[in-house]
């Protein structure tokens, strides 16, 4: 079992900024992807961005430029560094934890993140 705690969300403001991160304890095997997910309300949940253990990264087409996923693996910790935020990034954002070993799913509780315009 993996779990994940997540912080960082909060209310900001039309172009600004916040920074999440994202902690694994548990049964950590090191091939693993590290992520972030997003869902707004009525909408489905969809891909921000994720990073492999080795570092390659990939993002959603809306917030490339914007957003950056680093990670410590020694912390096993993911980051979501996002900037010039807009109200359509209003969401609840989830940590996901992939371990390719067990093809096992592992989800955070979620933190709000909220921009005014």
């Known amino acids: 079992q993996v779990q994940l705690v997540e912080s960082g969300g909060g209310l900001v403001q039309f172009g600004g900024s916040l920074r999440l991160s994202c902690t694994a304890s548990?049964?950590?095997?090191?091939?693993?992807?590290m992520g972030w997910y997003r869902q707004a309300p009525g909408k489905q949940r969809e891909l921000v961005a994720g990073?492999?253990?080795?570092?390659?990264?990939n993002y959603a087409d809306s917030v490339k430029g914007r957003f950056t996923i680093s990670r410590d693996n020694a912390k096993n910790t993911v980051y979501l560094q996002m900037n010039s935020l807009k109200p359509e990034d209003t969401a609840v954002y989830y940590c996901n934890f992939y371990d390719w070993r067990f093809k096992n799913n592992y989800w955070g509780q979620g933190t709000q993140v909220t921009v005014s315009s």
């Open positions: 548990g049964s950590i095997f090191m091939i693993n992807t």
């Open positions: 990073i492999t253990g080795g570092g390659v990264s």
